[in-house]
Every structure is written in C-alpha cells, then in structure tokens.
C-alpha cells in the first residue's frame, strides 16, 4: 500500500495549522524547509503568511528553484493567501524591488487588495464545487486574483464593497489549486479534502 504524504512549506506563516488539519483527516503531512525534504512528496501547500518574508527565507535556504522545479513539473500544489501570491506568475502591489515569485498560475494578484480597504474580515463564500452550503473564509490583509488566464478555472469570486469589479479568491489550473482566504484556520476541511484529492 503506498501512502500519500502531503508537504507543507514550513518557512513562515501558518504552516503547523494545515499539518494539523490534514493530519485529522489521515492524511500523511510533512514540514519542508529544504530541498531534499520535497523528495517522495505527492503534493505541497503553500501556507499564509507574509509572501515578501516567506520569499526571502526561500532564497536564503535554497528553496526558489525546487520550489519552480516542483510546480512546474505538475506535482499538485495548494497556495493560500501569501502562498497563491508566491504561485503566481504575476503580482502587483509588491514592495519594493519585488520579491521572487515561484509562479506557474497564470493570473495576476494584488498582493494586498483588501488590505487596502479593512486589515481582515469573514465572508460566507458562494463555491459553486460546495454547491448549497457556503464557506466561511477569513480574509487576512488579503491578496484577490485580477486577472486570469482563459485556462484557469475560477472557482469563487466576491465583489469588494464599493468595487464594480467582482475578483476571483479562488482558482484552480491543472494541478495548482489558490485561495486567497485561510481555510486552515476554520474547521470546514472541504478545501483540504479538494487538494487531497487533486493528490491522489
Ligand atoms: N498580503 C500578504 C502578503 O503579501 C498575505 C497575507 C496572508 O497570507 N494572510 O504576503
């Protein structure tokens, strides 16, 4: 019987929360913080966080190209909030000199979409793949998706108070899955379960 071991990149953020969670859920989970550490994984999440930091640990542990190696290569990978920033191929409202991105989700983040507007807030989320019954997601100083590519699958959106614009906070594209909420942070695992099936 071969196990599925999922990998949490446990650098900065909120890491030990989705440990735990998939740990609940009998799922085989691992920290990584190094290259090797990546080796016999069947999937990674990519926790929330602060994107800049968790970049520049990265490239300080050697992490950057293993990390484009792994998503790029079609392993499954989950980013939420400062991991979908790190995901994607474009971003805007960096600091300054940017930061590196992993990429490999073709769409555009605003790093701090609606952190310009309230620093954190809890919506119940229309996800049509959940039919009836909405997710709680907690938004904290989050990044929104801007602009997509016609490949990439929408799968939530919202419309920002005083915004004609709806935004996507959730998307999928082949085997890269991004929330721009924390759903390691409630105790509705319906997303875990998702990316554990994308897994296996
Ligand atoms: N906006 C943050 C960043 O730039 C992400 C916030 C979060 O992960 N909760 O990294």
């Known amino acids: 019987m071969t196990t599925t071991t999922i990998g949490v990149l446990a650098l900065q953020g909120a890491f030990r929360e989705h440990v735990k969670i998939l740990r609940n859920?009998?799922?085989?989970?691992?920290?990584?913080?190094?290259p090797d550490q990546l080796n016999g994984l069947n999937g990674l999440i990519i926790p929330g966080g602060e994107s800049t930091s968790m970049a520049l640990i990265a490239e300080r542990w050697g992490m950057i190209e293993p990390l484009r190696r792994w998503v790029h290569s079609g392993r499954p990978t989950w980013g939420t909030c400062a991991g979908m920033i790190l995901l994607a191929e474009q971003a805007t409202g960096q600091k300054?000199?940017?930061q590196a991105l992993i990429g490999g989700l073709d769409v555009t983040v605003n790093r701090n979409y609606f952190g310009r507007q309230v620093d954190s807030f809890e919506i119940e989320l229309t996800v049509k793949a959940f039919g009836d019954h909405p997710f709680h997601a907690v938004f904290i100083r989050a990044p929104a998706i801007?602009?997509?590519?016609?490949?990439?699958?929408?799968?939530?959106?919202?419309?920002?108070?005083?915004?004609?614009?709806q935004v996507a906070?959730?998307?999928?594209q082949g085997t890269i899955l991004a929330t721009a909420f924390h759903p390691e942070l409630t105790q509705d695992h319906r997303w875990h379960q998702m990316f554990?099936?994308?897994v296996s």
């Open 169 to 172: 906070v959730a998307a999928r």
């Open 96 to 98: 300054q000199g940017g």
């Open 196 to 198: 554990a099936e994308m």
């Open 146 to 165: 801007t602009a997509v590519a016609p490949h990439v699958e929408v799968l939530a959106e919202i419309q920002p108070a005083g915004d004609s614009n």
């Open 25 to 34: 859920l009998g799922i085989a989970a691992e920290e990584v913080r190094k």
